[in-house]
């Protein structure tokens, strides 16, 4: 069963850093690789918007309010997908979840597998 698993979340103070991982399983039919992977976030009382993402040729996309902060990367040897958060701000203060699809796309419905998600929580 397609499972995903992020880590690393938790607390830190404004301009801290802090990595998220997420370990992909049970992709019966589809090589890791080949998966399109994105990072998403949602914030108490708004919509889930997407952070981040990395294709199957490595190529990335930011969403406008990271650009410059976070960085996307994949380790496909270890099925695993980071997100390298810095200087985090309170407005990065969210659930974020981790996503895959053989295709993708800029929304969360182009991603039909997700993770139970991972807290950040950024303080001023």
């Known amino acids: 069963q397609a499972q995903l698993v992020e880590s690393g979340g938790g607390s830190v103070q404004d301009g801290g850093s802090m990595r998220l991982s997420c370990a992909a399983s049970?992709?019966?039919?589809?090589?890791?690789?080949?998966?399109?992977m994105g990072w998403f976030r949602q914030a108490p009382g708004k919509e889930r918007e997407g952070v981040a993402a990395i294709s199957s040729d490595g190529s990335t996309s930011y969403a406008d309010p990271v650009k410059g902060r976070f960085t996307v990367s994949r380790d496909n040897a270890k099925n695993t997908l980071y997100l390298q958060m810095n200087s985090l701000n309170p407005e990065d203060t969210a659930m974020y979840y981790c996503?895959?699809?053989?295709?993708?796309?800029?929304?969360?419905?182009?991603?039909?597998?997700w993770g139970q998600g991972t807290q950040v929580t950024v303080s001023s």
């Open positions: 996503a895959a699809d053989p295709n993708g796309g800029p929304r969360a419905r182009d991603f039909a597998y």
């Open positions: 049970g992709y019966t039919g589809y090589t890791y690789s080949k998966l399109c």
